[in-house]
């Protein structure tokens, strides 16, 4: 039976799907899974296809902070941590919090932002907390960070380093809607102008509630040795440079609990694991040069169908 805070975060997520964000289901379904595992999510897609949206949405259906940065060439680091202004009454410098103090934090186009300002995110999204001027200030809870990109080849991106992409609990992307879905969206409108009338669903203490949910999902020892078996076919294929690492080991393993849980399971079943993959591994891949151009979800796909699904 689930527990008020477990249907709270489902009620939320069907009303969501349901009611603002009919043809993006999946993508918010992953959003959810990050919240609930206390990751991050990377959406990669053409402008105009609700990346935004769908941030936005979520920060309003659990009443987060929420906190924006669009992305720029010219963005600082300062400019998403804060820094400290001289206060000339008092005589000394207050540290002024920047946009990344908040529970749910979008970072727009974040390949449009120089490689120097990408790397002040990495302790915030590994470790929860952020060092300015040799103080260190810890960030709300909960957090996360919800970053967008445009594809690599458009003008003015830079590629994300491994490093970062490895903070990314998961990555995916929306892609264009169903036919039908789009001429309606076309006639009608987007959603943007709803989104400030979306009712809080689950707030943060349902949210906290959850993840500790989360966490006492059972994972068989079963499935535990279908994770490593996949991870380790990662490490020795002819195409792949870096496989997975122990950390996206365990990212794929809090992702199925999760999974599990918003299908009100508290036990994970092999299709968990195996749904959820290529949206936490295949971004992690490191291809060898000769094999830069091939499709890691693809290539991540052909290997899972390779292991045989564990009896539990």
Known sequence: MLSPHARAVTAMLDSLSRDYLQGKEEVLRLAVIALLTGGHILIEDLPGLGKTTIAL????????????VQCTSDLLPSDITGLSVFNREDERFIFTPGPIFSNIVLLDEINRAMPRTQSAMLEAMEERRVTVEGVTHHLPDPFMVFATQNPSDQSGTFLLPESQLDRFLICTNIGYPAEDLEKGIIAGGGIRERIADIPVAAGAEDIRAARRSVTEVYLSDALVGYIHALVSATRSHAMIQTGLSTRAAINLAQAARAAAFLQ????????????IAVA???HRLVMRPEHETARRGDLLRTLISDIALPLV
């Open 280 to 282: 936490v591994c295949a």
């Open 57 to 68: 949405a979520l920060a309003a259906s659990t009443g987060l902070g929420f906190g924006r």
């Open 264 to 275: 009100g399971r508290d036990f994970v079943a092999p299709e968990d694991v195996k749904g």
